[in-house]
């Protein structure tokens, strides 16, 4: 009887829109921001050598890469706004160890940082699941950019000038936001999603939705375009920096370079347009194609070193594209009853590249004692490989079907 006079709102929790989750990615994208330029410096410095920053992505990889396939199960006993709740409190355990800097904490750092990372991706597009109809998420895609693009173009440069000025500032600063990322989401009151029972009963261990996973080649395709598309983010975040700093350029370039290409963001709503005019396809092998001859052109003139940190800066732009449209082909085929397992294995993305990329590096710079950019060369190969799968995708994927006037899924 009470509740008759407590207000509207908070008896009744209202669904949440598109808006809100760009909220949430907007505040997150401050989190990651901050961090994604300062983060490669503290690792550099405290551990000495790009081969030694690989190793300690590489393990830091494997570790979020375990951890993220097994959040569905977490969900399974844990309630997913308390899963998330842990992400975010992953992040301030992260950020205090990379504080102290020293060679044991910053590999935990690490760590800590890509599981707060794979809980909070997790979770957060299991929600988008299950409250955005299909038919709206490439443009719950873009709104998301959109309220990403400060953050992103603002937070590398402001980490490194932080970073510069007090080593323990960016930290201290991402910390708070991540504070607010865990405010804004209990203000939004998410609880754990919409439950949807299966005929069959829910999976009980990560195997089984893996299997069902690898009987399903477009999520397959779906999953291996988001793959490439973390590679050559990670490419460029943390690699062109260690180049940049090898190269004689400074230590600020290379966050100087991410914050320019990440303020793309804002032109996003213009490149989703762009895809709605053509097709998921055609956008998705352009990207992939003129990415990949970016990156294969940044490594033949890195006796030049600023004609290189230009054309990693035009690979950037169709890295930006990628953002906009290549998730579209794996979130377009996933059923509603396999939202959140699915969710998982589709953040396993990013761990995955944090795996495959450093580890490639190791055996490009290492063994053969290649220059770092053979490696840029290295990450346009794999492009193009991405961009010759891409041609297997329905013509039609995302276009507008002529019947009922909804994009066109590809089933």
């Known amino acids: ?238 690699y062109l920096p260690i180049f940049c700093i090898e190269a004689g350029l400074g230590g600020k370039v290379g966050g100087v370079a991410l914050s320019i290409s990440n303020a793309l963001l804002f032109i996003s709503p213009l490149m989703l347009r762009y895809v709605r005019r053509t097709s998921v396809r055609r956008s998705v092998r352009l990207a992939f194609g003129l990415c990949g001859l970016c990156f294969m052109a940044s490594a033949t003139f890195a006796p030049l070193p600023w004609v290189t940190v230009v054309a990693m800066m035009a690979a950037s732009i169709f890295l930006v594209l990628l953002d906009v449209v290549g998730g579209l082909p794996f979130l377009m085929a996933v059923k509603p009853s396999e939202r959140t397992e699915m969710s998982a294995v589709y953040s396993s993305f990013r761990d995955v590249s944090g795996i495959v990329t450093p580890a490639t590096a190791w055996v490009v710079l290492v063994p053969f004692g290649a220059p770092l950019a053979a490696f840029f060369a290295v990450t346009g190969v794999g492009m193009i490989g991405a961009f010759t799968v891409a041609s297997r995708l329905h013509p039609r994927l995302g276009t507008v079907r002529p019947s009922h006037g909804r994009p066109f899924a590809g089933e």
């Not at 209202?14 to 808006?19: I, N």
């Not at 991540?178 to 754990?192: E, P, Q």
């Not at 477009?218 to 460029?236: E, H, T």
């Open 1 to 238: 009887m009470a509740t008759r006079y407590l207000p509207l709102f908070l008896r009744h929790s209202p669904t949440p829109r598109v808006e809100n989750f760009a909220l949430l990615a907007g505040i997150e994208a401050t989190v990651r921001g901050t961090l994604i330029s300062a983060m490669p410096l503290v690792v550099y410095e405290g551990l000495g050598s790009a081969e030694a920053t690989s190793s300690a992505y590489f393990w830091a990889g494997i570790v979020a890469l375990v951890w993220g396939l097994l959040v569905p199960w977490f969900t399974r006993h844990v309630p997913r706004r308390w899963m998330y709740t842990a992400g975010c409190l992953l992040y301030l355990v992260g950020m205090a160890l990379a504080v102290t800097g020293t060679a044991v904490t910053v590999p935990l750092s690490l760590m800590c940082l890509a599981s707060a990372t794979a809980t909070t991706f997790v979770c957060f597009n299991a929600y988008v699941l299950d409250y955005i109809e299909r038919t709206d998420l490439g443009r719950s895609q873009s709104t998301q950019m959109v309220y990403a693009a400060g953050p992103w173009a603002i937070g590398p440069m402001l980490g490194v000038w932080l970073h510069d000025w007090w080593a323990p500032a960016p930290f201290l600063l991402a910390g708070s936001v991540a504070v607010l990322l865990l405010v804004v989401f209990w203000v939004l009151r998410l609880g754990n999603g919409k439950q949807i029972q299966r005929a069959k009963g829910p999976a009980l261990n990560p195997l089984a939705y893996l299997g069902r996973f690898f009987r399903q080649p477009r999520l397959i395709a779906g999953w291996m375009f988001a793959v490439m598309r973390s590679c050559g983010w990670w490419v460029y975040v943390v």
